[in-house]
Protein backbone atom coordinates (compact mmCIF):
# COMPACT_ATOMS: atom_id res chain seq x y z
CA UNK A 1 0.00 0.00 0.00
CA UNK A 2 1.34 3.34 -0.90
CA UNK A 3 0.72 6.60 0.88
CA UNK A 4 1.96 10.29 1.47
CA UNK A 5 1.95 12.22 3.57
CA UNK A 6 1.72 15.93 2.74
CA UNK A 7 2.23 19.53 4.22
CA UNK A 8 2.66 22.86 2.68
CA UNK A 9 3.04 26.18 3.51
CA UNK A 10 1.10 29.26 1.91
CA UNK A 11 1.03 33.17 1.94
CA UNK A 12 -1.88 33.51 4.25
CA UNK A 13 -4.73 31.10 5.52
CA UNK A 14 -7.74 31.57 2.97
CA UNK A 15 -7.12 30.60 -0.06
CA UNK A 16 -10.95 32.86 -0.64
CA UNK A 17 -8.69 35.80 0.27
CA UNK A 18 -6.11 34.68 -3.04
CA UNK A 19 -3.55 33.06 -0.76
CA UNK A 20 -1.49 30.89 -2.69
CA UNK A 21 0.64 27.83 -1.67
CA UNK A 22 4.25 28.44 -1.37
CA UNK A 23 6.16 25.04 -0.76
CA UNK A 24 4.77 21.54 -0.94
CA UNK A 25 6.62 18.78 1.13
CA UNK A 26 5.23 15.24 0.71
CA UNK A 27 6.93 11.53 2.32
CA UNK A 28 6.23 8.77 0.29
CA UNK A 29 5.06 5.49 2.32
CA UNK A 30 4.73 2.21 0.97
CA UNK A 31 3.74 -0.94 3.32
CA UNK A 32 4.35 1.69 5.87
CA UNK A 33 8.59 2.22 5.26
CA UNK A 34 9.09 5.18 3.75
CA UNK A 35 10.83 5.52 0.78
CA UNK A 36 11.11 8.74 -1.57
CA UNK A 37 9.42 12.68 -1.36
CA UNK A 38 8.98 15.28 -3.15
CA UNK A 39 10.04 18.84 -2.30
CA UNK A 40 9.21 22.19 -4.09
CA UNK A 41 8.87 25.86 -3.64
CA UNK A 42 6.71 27.74 -5.26
CA UNK A 43 6.65 31.82 -6.31
CA UNK A 44 2.86 33.08 -5.26
CA UNK A 45 2.84 35.90 -7.51
CA UNK A 46 1.57 37.99 -4.60
CA UNK A 47 4.12 39.60 -1.75
CA UNK A 48 3.87 37.70 1.90
CA UNK A 49 3.52 40.06 4.78
CA UNK A 50 6.10 40.03 7.47
CA UNK A 51 3.83 38.08 9.60
CA UNK A 52 3.89 35.39 7.34
CA UNK A 53 7.70 35.43 6.83
CA UNK A 54 7.69 34.71 10.74
CA UNK A 55 5.80 31.72 10.59
CA UNK A 56 8.21 29.83 7.84
CA UNK A 57 10.88 31.83 7.25
CA UNK A 58 10.17 31.95 3.71
CA UNK A 59 10.91 35.42 2.11
CA UNK A 60 9.85 37.63 -0.64
CA UNK A 61 13.34 37.18 -2.28
CA UNK A 62 13.74 33.68 -1.75
CA UNK A 63 10.52 32.89 -3.84
CA UNK A 64 11.36 35.32 -6.73
CA UNK A 65 13.20 32.95 -8.86
CA UNK A 66 11.21 29.73 -8.08
CA UNK A 67 8.18 28.18 -10.38
CA UNK A 68 4.66 29.27 -10.69
CA UNK A 69 2.40 26.44 -9.34
CA UNK A 70 1.63 25.54 -13.22
CA UNK A 71 5.00 25.19 -14.08
CA UNK A 72 5.01 22.06 -11.43
CA UNK A 73 1.64 20.72 -11.10
CA UNK A 74 2.12 17.59 -13.29
CA UNK A 75 5.49 16.97 -11.21
CA UNK A 76 3.56 17.12 -8.39
CA UNK A 77 0.35 15.19 -9.41
CA UNK A 78 2.12 12.20 -11.03
CA UNK A 79 4.35 11.79 -7.64
CA UNK A 80 1.14 11.33 -5.37
CA UNK A 81 -0.37 9.93 -8.13
CA UNK A 82 -3.85 7.97 -6.51
CA UNK A 83 -2.39 7.37 -3.62
CA UNK A 84 -4.09 8.00 0.10
CA UNK A 85 -2.98 11.34 1.29
CA UNK A 86 -2.02 11.78 4.98
CA UNK A 87 -2.19 15.32 6.17
CA UNK A 88 -2.67 17.09 9.47
CA UNK A 89 -5.68 19.65 9.48
CA UNK A 90 -6.21 17.72 6.23
CA UNK A 91 -8.91 21.16 5.09
CA UNK A 92 -6.54 23.44 5.02
CA UNK A 93 -3.75 21.49 2.92
CA UNK A 94 -6.31 19.85 0.79
CA UNK A 95 -8.76 23.27 0.46
CA UNK A 96 -5.49 25.25 -0.94
CA UNK A 97 -3.83 22.35 -3.32
CA UNK A 98 -7.45 22.02 -4.42
CA UNK A 99 -7.98 25.75 -5.31
CA UNK A 100 -4.89 25.88 -7.06
CA UNK A 101 -5.58 22.73 -9.26
CA UNK A 102 -9.21 23.73 -9.97
CA UNK A 103 -7.64 26.98 -10.87
CA UNK A 104 -5.60 25.27 -13.84
CA UNK A 105 -8.58 22.70 -14.32
CA UNK A 106 -6.59 19.90 -13.23
CA UNK A 107 -7.97 16.97 -11.28
CA UNK A 108 -8.06 17.70 -7.48
CA UNK A 109 -7.85 15.71 -4.52
CA UNK A 110 -10.93 13.91 -3.35
CA UNK A 111 -11.91 13.74 0.18
CA UNK A 112 -12.33 9.99 0.16
CA UNK A 113 -8.56 9.50 -0.36
CA UNK A 114 -7.25 11.68 2.45
CA UNK A 115 -6.70 10.43 5.97
CA UNK A 116 -6.80 13.53 8.72
CA UNK A 117 -4.39 12.44 11.76
CA UNK A 118 -6.10 15.59 13.64
CA UNK A 119 -9.17 12.97 13.65
CA UNK A 120 -7.03 9.95 14.82
CA UNK A 121 -5.18 12.08 16.99
CA UNK A 122 -8.38 13.12 18.80
CA UNK A 123 -9.16 9.90 19.64
CA UNK A 124 -5.96 8.81 20.95
CA UNK A 125 -6.03 11.78 22.90
CA UNK A 126 -9.51 13.38 23.94
CA UNK A 127 -9.67 16.90 25.09
CA UNK A 128 -6.10 17.52 24.87
CA UNK A 129 -3.78 19.34 22.39
CA UNK A 130 -3.37 17.56 19.26
CA UNK A 131 -1.07 20.10 16.86
CA UNK A 132 2.37 18.88 15.82
CA UNK A 133 4.28 20.04 18.43
CA UNK A 134 1.92 19.06 21.44
CA UNK A 135 2.02 14.99 19.77
CA UNK A 136 5.88 14.82 19.38
CA UNK A 137 5.81 15.30 23.32
CA UNK A 138 2.57 13.25 23.53
CA UNK A 139 4.30 10.26 21.37
CA UNK A 140 7.78 10.69 22.92
CA UNK A 141 8.89 11.12 19.55
CA UNK A 142 13.04 11.53 19.39
CA UNK A 143 12.94 14.30 16.15
CA UNK A 144 16.16 15.86 15.35
CA UNK A 145 14.33 18.84 13.49
CA UNK A 146 14.25 22.51 14.65
CA UNK A 147 11.08 23.78 14.91
CA UNK A 148 11.94 27.72 15.00
CA UNK A 149 9.89 27.67 11.83
CA UNK A 150 7.62 26.12 10.39
CA UNK A 151 8.74 24.37 6.52
CA UNK A 152 6.33 21.60 4.16
CA UNK A 153 9.15 19.12 4.45
CA UNK A 154 10.02 19.13 7.94
CA UNK A 155 6.58 19.06 9.17
CA UNK A 156 6.17 16.45 6.66
CA UNK A 157 8.83 14.50 8.30
CA UNK A 158 7.12 15.23 11.78
CA UNK A 159 4.20 14.01 10.72
CA UNK A 160 5.24 10.86 9.23
CA UNK A 161 6.58 9.38 12.91
CA UNK A 162 3.42 10.94 14.36
CA UNK A 163 1.18 9.01 12.02
CA UNK A 164 3.41 6.35 12.38
CA UNK A 165 3.68 6.09 16.28
CA UNK A 166 -0.59 6.79 16.31
CA UNK A 167 -0.73 3.23 14.56
CA UNK A 168 1.78 1.46 16.70
CA UNK A 169 4.22 1.66 14.22
CA UNK A 170 8.01 2.05 15.23
CA UNK A 171 11.81 1.77 13.97
CA UNK A 172 10.52 2.41 10.33
CA UNK A 173 13.17 3.03 7.90
CA UNK A 174 15.86 2.04 9.91
CA UNK A 175 16.38 -1.03 7.44
CA UNK A 176 17.12 1.51 4.12
CA UNK A 177 20.58 0.73 3.32
CA UNK A 178 22.75 3.63 4.50
CA UNK A 179 23.67 4.51 0.50
CA UNK A 180 20.09 5.32 0.15
CA UNK A 181 20.18 7.55 3.48
CA UNK A 182 22.95 9.45 1.95
CA UNK A 183 21.58 9.73 -1.04
CA UNK A 184 18.78 12.21 0.26
CA UNK A 185 19.63 15.51 0.30
CA UNK A 186 18.36 18.90 1.35
CA UNK A 187 18.73 21.69 -1.66
CA UNK A 188 18.09 25.30 -1.03
CA UNK A 189 15.94 25.04 2.04
CA UNK A 190 16.14 28.11 3.66
CA UNK A 191 16.71 26.47 6.90
CA UNK A 192 18.12 23.45 5.85
CA UNK A 193 21.61 24.12 8.05
CA UNK A 194 19.06 23.36 11.18
CA UNK A 195 17.98 19.67 9.79
CA UNK A 196 21.07 18.26 7.14
CA UNK A 197 23.20 16.29 9.41
CA UNK A 198 26.96 14.66 8.01
CA UNK A 199 27.20 11.21 7.23
CA UNK A 200 29.12 10.54 10.60
CA UNK A 201 26.76 12.50 12.58
CA UNK A 202 23.59 10.27 10.98
CA UNK A 203 25.54 7.20 11.77
CA UNK A 204 26.39 8.42 15.31
CA UNK A 205 22.29 9.14 15.86
CA UNK A 206 21.43 5.67 14.65
CA UNK A 207 24.03 3.90 16.31
CA UNK A 208 22.61 6.15 20.01
CA UNK A 209 19.05 5.09 18.39
CA UNK A 210 20.24 1.06 18.40
CA UNK A 211 21.73 1.41 21.88
CA UNK A 212 19.84 4.12 24.06
CA UNK A 213 16.22 4.79 22.51
CA UNK A 214 14.95 1.55 20.99
CA UNK A 215 11.45 2.92 20.72
CA UNK A 216 12.11 5.33 18.45
CA UNK A 217 11.51 5.19 14.47
CA UNK A 218 12.87 8.24 13.10
CA UNK A 219 15.14 8.72 9.98
CA UNK A 220 16.88 11.49 8.37
CA UNK A 221 15.50 11.54 4.73
CA UNK A 222 16.15 14.47 2.70
CA UNK A 223 15.49 14.32 -0.98
CA UNK A 224 14.70 17.25 -2.80
CA UNK A 225 12.80 17.46 -6.61
CA UNK A 226 12.98 21.16 -6.30
Not at 41 to 65: C, V
Request: charged share 30%; with cysteine; glycine share 6%.
Amino acid sequence: MREIILDIETTGLEHKDGHRVIEIGCIELIKKEVVDNYHQYINPSRTLTDDNIEIHGITNEYLEDKPLFEEVVDDFLDFIKDSNIIAHNANFDIGFLNFELEKLSKPTISTDRVIDTVTIARKRFPGQQVNLDALVKKLKINSLINRDHHGALKDAKILTDVYLELQGINQIGLQLEEKKVEDFTIKGEPNSLSIVLTKEETQGHKEFIKKKIPNSNWVLIDKSYG
